[in-house]
């Protein structure tokens, strides 16, 4: 079970901090990351982090503002997101790989999904 936390009406050029807490079994060793969907548009990757590496990856259209984080401890991933622009407006979506894999970028790269959180950013 995924349960993230942290979404909310921002104004531009705000920061918004999501959190992602990961429970019924242990994620050691296999990716989280975020994607989100705007209306009407395509589900997004937004950035991913390799639990045990800690190697990242991010989406060009958020890279230098957003910053993933984890708590291995915790079983938990941040997404600490600042600079918002409107057009980051979006549900964002928790995920996890149930496995080991190579992709970070896709959908189907990822086993489990939380159920989203709005994140808004007026003009």
């Known amino acids: 079970q995924l349960v993230e936390s942290g979404g909310g009406l921002v104004q531009a050029g705000g920061s918004l901090r999501l959190s992602c807490a990961a429970s019924?079994?242990?994620?050691?060793?296999?990716?989280m990351g975020w994607f989100r969907q705007a209306p009407g548009k395509e589900r997004e990757f937004v950035g991913a982090?390799?639990?045990?590496?800690?190697?990242?990856k991010y989406a060009d259209s958020v890279k230098v503002r957003f910053t993933i984080s984890r708590d291995n401890a915790k079983n938990t991933v941040y997404l600490q997101m600042n600079s918002l622009k409107p057009e980051d407006t979006a549900v964002y979506y928790c995920?996890?790989?149930?496995?080991?894999?190579?992709?970070?970028?896709?959908?189907?790269?990822?086993?489990?999904w939380g159920q989203g959180t709005q994140v808004t950013v007026s003009s």
């Open positions: 995920v996890v790989q149930g496995r080991i894999r190579v992709g970070l970028e896709n959908p189907g790269d990822y086993d489990y």
């Open positions: 019924g079994r242990t994620f050691s060793n296999f990716a």
């Open positions: 982090i390799r639990w045990g590496s800690g190697a990242k």
